[in-house]
């Protein structure tokens, strides 16, 4: 359950980043009256801010997830014995 649980979450997060991307591309930066009715009210700030603002917080969030994976996976574990790896020093 957990790891369909993390894949939804993933999927989302990069729905998400896709999204941010995209938005700049999307709406007339110059024009108000093309993000004026959007979310995040009449301002680019706001509408900046509501569409892409999750999108730059699920990056963050999968990158610090790989990122520990990523250590936990070529960090050897404390007083665990590979084969073939001597311990002396």
């Given at each position: 359950m957990?790891?369909?649980l993390m894949?939804?979450?993933v999927l989302?997060?990069?729905?998400?980043?896709g999204r941010a991307a995209a938005e700049p591309f999307v709406?007339?930066?110059?024009?108000p009256a093309s993000y004026r009715h959007d979310w995040g009210g009449s301002s680019?700030?706001?509408?900046?801010?509501?569409?892409?603002?999750?999108g730059i917080i699920s990056a963050v969030?999968?990158?610090?997830?790989?990122?520990?994976?990523w250590q936990r996976r070529t960090t050897p574990e404390v007083?665990?014995?590979?084969p073939?790896?001597?311990s002396a020093r």
């Open positions: 957990k790891k369909i894949g939804f979450g989302l997060g990069l729905y998400l980043i709406i007339d930066m110059t024009d680019l700030a706001g509408v900046m801010a509501v569409h892409c603002g999750p969030l999968i990158g610090r997830g790989v990122r520990s994976w007083g665990v014995s590979r073939g790896v001597s």
